[in-house]
């Protein structure tokens, strides 16, 4: 596979994994709200028993559980995407030393 493929296919998955991480988040943020678990108002803040405690089956627990692991394999993808452009960030970073500023001219 050529250079610019792996770039490609890398690139795309970060950015539908990121997509993921950001409809985890929404869903732990505006659907699943601190106190959805049912605990009441009072003890944790929430919006008590009244609102929504599951999702597709899921609680709030699990929709962190599954956001977190989303959040490592993106680290994961950025790494390797910093790794396939490391000669460019390399130069990048030696004329930016060498010229005394960052300017992309």
């Known amino acids: 596979m050529k250079r610019s493929s792996w770039n490609f296919a890398i690139d795309l998955f970060a950015f539908l994994v990121l997509l993921a991480l950001t409809a985890t ?3 732990i943020r505006f659907v699943l709200p601190p106190g959805s678990g049912g605990r009441g108002q009072l003890q944790t803040g929430g919006r008590g028993r ?3 405690q599951e999702l597709l089956g899921m609680t ?7 956001h977190f692991y989303i959040s490592l394999l993106f680290i994961v993808l950025m790494l390797a995407h910093l790794f396939l452009h490391w000669n460019w960030v390399k ?3 030696k004329n930016c030393f060498r010229r005394d500023e960052c300017e992309d001219k």
Do not use: A, K, P
């Open 91 to 93: 130069g990048y970073m």
């Open 25 to 27: 988040g929404v869903v």
């Open 60 to 66: 709030r627990d699990g929709w962190g559980s599954i």
């Open 50 to 52: 009244e609102h929504i």
